[in-house]
């Protein structure tokens, strides 16, 4: 048993969909989350420039007492691979939870992942799901402008650009016949249903922050970690840049982000 | 006369337009680049964030000898206003070179102005042409899409993601009929023939980065700074995150640029 908060950290507010998630699996559990606004975004960053502000990040919520790290960002998840950067609390990103996700899923063996340039350079999705399930086909496509379009509001399923930029995104993927999408960036999941059009009837999409929250749950669980408080959890949000502008586009991930305790705080 | 450097810094590669007038116009100067890849875009962060990433940016590259810094960014120079960071040096943003120019070419009175939403929200290019010529008509529109799509190379004329983006945001600066447009970013003359496509005939397009470097070289003769050496001016360039990813990009903006030194530097 143990009271202290779960610790989540993205580098903007894709992180919320995670946060959410976690909000409706462990209720009662305190959430301290940080948004590196001032910085976003990580997926088009070098790899030792994204490794270094994760390491910040990660200070910053270890400020605070947390009994759990998660990284709800898939480029640092993705440049972290295995690599756990804390050693005395229990810590995921979202790759694994997710490549594990869709290996369970799948039917036709036929995976599709969507990230950031970070993300599938580094070719991390490829690597968790083929340590789970070598026979399955993976077949992967980079959406530099997805988090941009996100974290801007352009996500209303008939918002033309972000249509565009989805068909020309996706194009592969559909060719490949995958029967599941990784939504492997955490914003994804807010233009869900403009990439569920494109996909078409039949293909599974997998929030990456969502299953790096049930992951979570499942990691507190086994160690005996969760809050023994029957209150509702309490939420707390930090952001590197500005409150205002946090506010104004916390609300297409998350209600509760846009009205509760938010603090600008610099790392 | 004056052999020390001019110093240059942007977001990111934007300033490069800049560089590249300012070799074209003064080519035996030497010239010190910053540009701060590691936490681009400035255009969609709060005043306070850009402001302190300014200065920061200035004290990089007031470590070397230079005689004079030009912020080519429209972000930084509209938050800046009329204020320089710098007091024993000249210093000029690229917000009134602009605005100068564009008060001097309009034949109609009716001036547009496209930038970053930080940009636009600061009203400075109404400020600066109404403090130049009361009665032009200026029109404004914030283009947050513009500089990652420069930034990821979706810059070919007929990039269909690029040109809807333009169509959608160049419509009201169309319906007001003006006759000169200010490209108010120094990223946006990298998509000039889409622009260009998109206003029609008869606007003039001006580039602010090209503005500032004109004023640079006004300033420069005005206060007897120019170099007298007759050797071709050398450039230095400065980023924040990796010297491989600016080399990919840099040939956009200038052959010189992927081509010559380039370091990587924290800030």
Same mark, same amino acid.
């Given at each position: 048993?143990?009271?202290?908060?779960?610790?989540?950290?993205?580098?903007?507010?894709?992180?919320?969909?995670?946060?959410?998630?976690?909000?409706?699996?462990?209720?009662?559990?305190?959430?301290?989350?940080?948004?590196?606004?001032?910085?976003?975004?990580?997926?088009?960053?070098?790899?030792?420039?994204?490794? &270094?502000?994760?390491?910040?990040?990660?200070?910053?919520?270890? &400020?605070?007492?947390?009994?759990?790290?998660?990284?709800?960002?898939?480029?640092?998840?993705?440049?972290?691979?295995?690599?756990?950067?804390?050693?005395?609390?229990?810590?995921?990103?979202?790759?694994?939870?997710?490549?594990?996700?869709?290996?369970?899923?799948?039917?036709?063996?036929?995976?599709?992942?969507?990230?950031?340039?970070?993300?599938?350079?580094?070719?991390?999705?490829?690597?968790?799901?083929?340590?789970?399930?070598?026979?399955?086909?993976?077949?992967?496509?980079?959406?530099?402008?997805?988090?941009?379009?996100?974290?801007?509001?352009?996500?209303?399923?008939?918002?033309?650009?972000?249509?565009?930029?989805?068909?020309?995104?996706?194009?592969?993927?559909?060719?490949?016949?995958?029967?599941?999408?990784?939504?492997?960036?955490?914003?994804?999941?807010?233009?869900?249903?403009?990439?569920?059009?494109?996909?078409?009837?039949?293909?599974?999409?997998?929030?990456?922050?969502?299953?790096?929250?049930?992951?979570?749950?499942?990691?507190?669980?086994?160690?005996?970690?969760?809050?023994?408080?029957?209150?509702?959890?309490?939420?707390?949000?930090?952001?590197?840049?500005?409150?205002?502008?946090?506010?104004?586009?916390?609300?297409?991930?998350?209600?509760?982000?846009?009205?509760?305790?938010?603090?600008?705080?610099?790392?």
């Amino acid at each position: 048993m143990n009271r202290d908060a779960i610790g989540v950290f993205d580098s903007g507010l894709g992180g919320l969909t995670c946060v959410r998630e976690l909000g409706r699996i462990l209720p009662h559990e305190n959430i301290i989350y940080f948004g590196d606004t001032a910085r976003i975004p990580y997926g088009t960053r070098s790899r030792e420039t994204v490794l &270094r502000y994760a390491k910040e990040d990660i200070a910053f919520l270890r &400020r605070h007492p947390v009994k759990m790290i998660v990284a709800a960002c898939g480029t640092v998840s993705s440049m972290l691979g295995l690599n756990s950067p804390v050693d005395d609390i229990p810590f995921t990103g979202v790759v694994y939870p997710a490549a594990a996700a869709a290996c369970n899923l799948t039917k036709n063996g036929r995976v599709g992942v969507i990230g950031t340039p970070a993300t599938i350079r580094s070719a991390s999705y490829e690597t968790a799901v083929h340590t789970i399930n070598e026979s399955v086909d993976v077949t992967v496509m980079a959406c530099p402008l997805f988090v941009h379009l996100v974290e801007y509001g352009y996500t209303d399923r008939n918002n033309a650009i972000t249509r565009l930029a989805a068909e020309e995104y996706l194009a592969p993927i559909r060719s490949a016949g995958v029967d599941t999408l990784i939504m492997g960036c955490t914003h994804y999941p807010i233009i869900r249903d403009i990439i569920a059009d494109v996909m078409g009837e039949g293909v599974t999409l997998i929030s990456a922050g969502e299953e790096a929250a049930k992951f979570a749950k499942r990691c507190l669980e086994q160690q005996d970690l969760l809050t023994d408080s029957e209150e509702p959890g309490h939420n707390v949000y930090y952001v590197s840049d500005s409150v205002s502008m946090f506010r104004e586009n916390a609300r297409h991930f998350l209600e509760d982000a846009a009205r509760g305790q938010v603090f600008s705080s610099r790392l």
